[in-house]
């Protein structure tokens, strides 16, 4: 599954990053590819061995006072370290004022410069809870997914085995809906797996012989989930008495996906 770069256009629409800029339409067309960010507190001294220039760079309260501490000169030399690479853009935290020769700089070098009203850690946070699951490698997953008792369980199945009708069955009794038929799962960091559906059709669910039901509709927007944890995949399958089945759990089964070990049922 392909997965689409945000422009800097599309970040500075997000609300919750509260993002202003500071250059007008500089780099508004630039584009982000991946989910890391930086300090480019070594970039600005002048050490650039290391610099990661594919990243959203942030400036904190440290960088823009020692910024402040130099002369003129040489605070358009330390930017210029770092946007002499192609970087997407510089995000200046806590709604400090950007220092003119960094304006200056950044707009030489078609990049924009945006101010958030968020600390550093809070921009930090936000930011990566908005572009790690953009990012993250995905895979869809034909099944259901139901957060049941705080636990994400994926239904897996051949098609009309019953997925939908025993997720459906599920929210009757309490749980929750967080996608039906189709699943995206995503890997963020330290192998977690998060689900979650389509946007068009994440909380609609076909159910043969009645049609397409509208789950928050019928049962209130508390029977849902936008996404939620994959933590167990249980396996629908027709009853073979020829067959013997684990029942007690004795035997545990795991499954892999996306390189990631899951309790099988």
């Not at 997925?163 to 309490?174: H, I, M, N, P, Q």
């Not at 189709?182 to 669910?205: D, F, K, P, S």
Request: glycine share 8%; hydrophobic share 40%.
């Amino acid at each position: 599954m392909k997965i689409q770069p945000i422009s800097i256009r599309e970040l500075q629409e997000r609300k919750d990053l509260r993002l202003l800029p500071s250059n007008g339409e500089a780099g508004a067309d630039k584009q982000i590819t991946n989910s890391a960010i930086n300090r480019p507190g070594m970039a600005l001294l002048g050490y650039t061995g290391r610099f990661a220039p594919n990243r959203i760079q942030i400036l904190g309260e440290t960088e823009c006072r020692y910024l402040l501490s130099l002369s003129s000169e040489a605070r358009l030399l330390a930017a210029e370290n770092v946007l002499s690479f192609d970087v997407p853009c510089i995000v200046v935290t806590k709604n400090q004022t950007p220092p003119d020769e960094l304006l200056r700089a950044a707009s030489h070098h078609n990049t924009a410069v945006l101010v958030s009203g968020l600390t550093t850690d809070e921009f930090t946070h936000s930011i990566v809870e908005y572009l790690e699951p953009h990012f993250a490698h995905r895979e869809s997953v034909h099944g259901s997914l139901v957060d049941v008792y705080g636990i994400g369980l994926l239904f897996t199945g051949r098609s009309g085995i019953g997925k939908s009708e025993t997720a459906l069955d599920l929210v009757e009794r309490g749980h929750r809906l967080v996608a039906d038929d189709a699943v995206t799962v995503y890997r963020m960091r330290r192998g977690v797996l998060m689900g979650g559906g389509n946007e068009q059709m994440q909380h609609y669910m076909e159910i043969r012989g009645i049609g397409i039901i509208d789950v928050p509709a019928l049962f209130g927007i508390r029977a849902i989930r936008i996404r939620k944890r994959v933590e167990v995949v249980v396996r629908l399958e027709e009853w073979d008495r020829s067959t013997e089945y684990e029942r007690v759990g004795i035997d545990e089964q795991t499954t892999t996906l996306l390189g990631v070990e899951l309790p099988y049922v």
